[in-house]
């Protein structure tokens, strides 16, 4: 497959464009002039997902149609703000270009980079003077963390900002020694309620959480791929252990020390799939 033009490709953005203005027209589609910021950005959220969940399965097809479901969110914010008088797609894709040069000076300018640690470097300063030039300031650098992060997501962010002045653990064994310290907290927190889990226990399953996805951010794992792919394992034997026992109601009926049985069994049989 040839690789498409720039020009082929501005036609088709053009065109969704043209589309998009035309959906939300006074005579346009009743359900896409009903929507708003608010209620399309939860569609956002469950877009990227499936974004991540194609790649994550290689479907290219699949993926095509995703990235084209995701783009029409932008197509959509941006006709929004343009019937606003916010901005417009136009001042999008300008905004873009502009930042992209801007911060590839070692590209488009007379910087240096030889690796990418030292592009990461660059970037990271013209952030900070972009935002000094813009008169946007923090109480903290942490600020630049939005707290609407997926919490996994932003507790990464957060140990990665801070490790930037130098506060973070010097190498992988101190983090392996403090995600012990913290589960030996949260065991002694839940030593005396047994039955009822007090806040200061969620408080330290919290610090352990913490702890686990700095541990990924320093071995160079991203948290949220890693759950994602025991999540899928965990599906695969869960339904072996299903089909094994009959259904889920026959493998409702089995005991603990069953269910312990057939789920090492799954394991066991996942385990020679692999392998051959």
């Not at 209620?39 to 877009?47: D, F, S």
């Not at 589960?183 to 047994?194: F, K, R, S």
């Not at 890693?226 to 252990?241: D, G, H, P, S, V």
Request: glycine residues 4%.
């Amino acid at each position: 497959m040839s690789l498409i033009s720039t020009e082929e490709a501005a036609q088709h953005l053009q065109e969704a464009v043209a589309i998009m203005a035309r959906l939300r027209a006074p005579n346009g589609c009743p359900w896409d002039r009903e929507q708003t910021f608010d209620t399309i950005k939860r569609h956002t959220l469950e877009e990227t997902y499936e974004v991540f969940d194609a790649i994550e399965r290689r479907a290219w097809p699949d993926l095509k149609d995703e990235l084209g479901d995701l783009l029409l969110q932008v197509l959509f914010y941006a006709q929004m703000a343009s019937e606003a008088g916010y901005f417009t797609i136009s001042d999008v894709a300008a905004n873009l270009n502009a930042k992209l040069i801007r911060r590839h000076p070692h590209i488009f300018g007379e910087v240096e980079a030889t690796d990418a640690h030292a592009v990461l470097r660059n970037w990271e300063q013209i952030k900070r003077t972009e935002k000094q030039a813009s008169g946007v300031s923090h109480d903290s650098m942490l600020d630049e963390v939005p707290r609407s992060m997926p919490s996994m997501l932003e507790a990464g962010k957060l140990g990665s900002k801070a490790a930037k002045i130098g506060f973070d653990w010097p190498n992988v064994d101190g983090l392996f020694d403090k995600l012990q310290e913290e589960i030996t907290e949260l065991q002694a927190e839940l030593a005396p309620n047994a039955e009822n889990y007090s806040t200061a226990a969620e408080e330290e399953l919290g610090d352990l959480l913490f702890t686990v996805v700095n541990l990924a951010r320093h071995l160079k794992i991203d948290p949220e791929s890693a759950l994602r792919a025991t999540n899928a394992k965990f599906r695969r034997r869960f339904r072996a252990m299903e089909s094994a026992a009959g259904g889920t109601e026959a493998l409702a009926a089995c005991t603990p020390a069953e269910l312990e049985e057939r789920w090492s069994q799954a394991k066991k049989t996942a385990s020679e799939s692999q392998s051959s």
